[in-house]
């Protein structure tokens, strides 16, 4: 089997414990032992899980796109996503073209029987949690508009800091434009204003 390396580590402290150089020779080993041949190694460093636009992340799922993975190993599944429904998200999408989750840590393989299993209650738990999710969106609507509050998308009046705020606090462009009222084309829009490089002068 063809496998990818993903490690990732967000902060210092994490890169002196179990950085990406640990977590990705672990990964080697892990392949080793299984047989498998590693045919890439993508690491984010610095970067949040709860970032879905990571770029080694990125660059990996291109490749399982091209049809050149067979299998991704990780340290822990939490390396990939900190978002359950982000996580359940790229297993659904390895799965539809048929390539396995393989997690040093938890132990588990999506392409077992057990790993199957853990799939099906992690999408069931995702489901969950989206529908907790809108029921809590609903209820502040819902208050709002019983203490006189007109609400609904704002029309150009989300600026680009706002829309990085939510980001920050939300961890991703659909959990920011649901929280802020606003099209997720609208957040991502002012997101790339903010992250534009001025003109030069």
């Not at 045919?39 to 799922?61: N, T």
């Amino acid at each position: 089997m063809r496998a990818a390396i993903y490690t990732r580590v967000s902060t210092r402290a994490q890169a002196d414990k179990h950085g990406t150089a640990y977590q990705r020779e672990a990964l080697e080993r892990m392949a080793e032992a299984r047989g498998w041949t590693v045919v890439g190694v993508f690491a984010d460093e610095g970067w949040s899980g709860r970032r879905e636009d990571r770029p080694a992340l990125a660059a990996m799922m291109k490749a399982v796109r091209r049809g050149e993975v067979d299998v991704v190993a990780t340290w822990r599944w939490d390396r990939l996503a900190r978002s359950l429904s982000h996580l359940v998200g790229l297993l659904q999408e390895l799965r539809s073209r048929n390539v396995a989750l393989a997690s040093h840590q938890e132990g588990l393989d999506t392409s077992t029987p057990l790993g199957t299993a853990m799939f099906q209650i992690a999408g069931a738990m995702a489901e969950l949690e989206a529908n907790l999710a809108r029921e809590r969106v609903q209820a502040g609507l819902d208050a709002a508009r019983a203490r006189g509050i007109k609400v609904g998308r704002p029309r150009g009046a989300l600026t680009a800091e706002q829309a990085s705020a939510a980001l920050a606090q939300h961890g991703s462009v659909r959990k920011a434009a649901a929280a802020l009222g606003a099209s997720q084309s609208m957040v991502a829009r002012r997101l790339r204003e903010l992250s534009a490089p001025e003109d030069a002068a």
